[in-house]
């Protein structure tokens, strides 16, 4: 099963101002993701399925730091992530 929900986009560079485009695969790389446990979010594309709770959710960063959040997106009951942290999905 999935894991993480990869949102490519644009993020203004914190050293340069300018404008980049982050890729899924760059992200992927930016976060230590297999890509295997990754489901792309495309912002030109529909993605059906995606609930909020059942994904970490990875997004470009201003600010360049790329850790991996603890925990999927606000809303997941602890029993579930704990369930997931444990590699047992339910």
Request: proline share 8%; charged share 30%.
């Amino acid at each position: 099963m999935k894991k993480y929900a990869v949102h490519p986009g644009y993020v203004p560079s914190k050293n340069d101002g300018d404008i980049h485009f982050i890729s899924a695969s760059k992200l992927m790389k930016l976060y230590g993701v297999k890509p295997t446990d990754c489901v792309v979010c495309r912002p030109d594309h529909e993605t059906y399925g995606i609930q909020n709770e059942d994904y970490i959710h990875l997004h470009p960063r201003y600010h360049g730091d790329y850790a991996l959040p603890d925990k999927p997106a606000e809303g997941i009951n602890e029993k579930r992530a704990e369930e997931r942290k444990n590699g047992n999905y339910i």
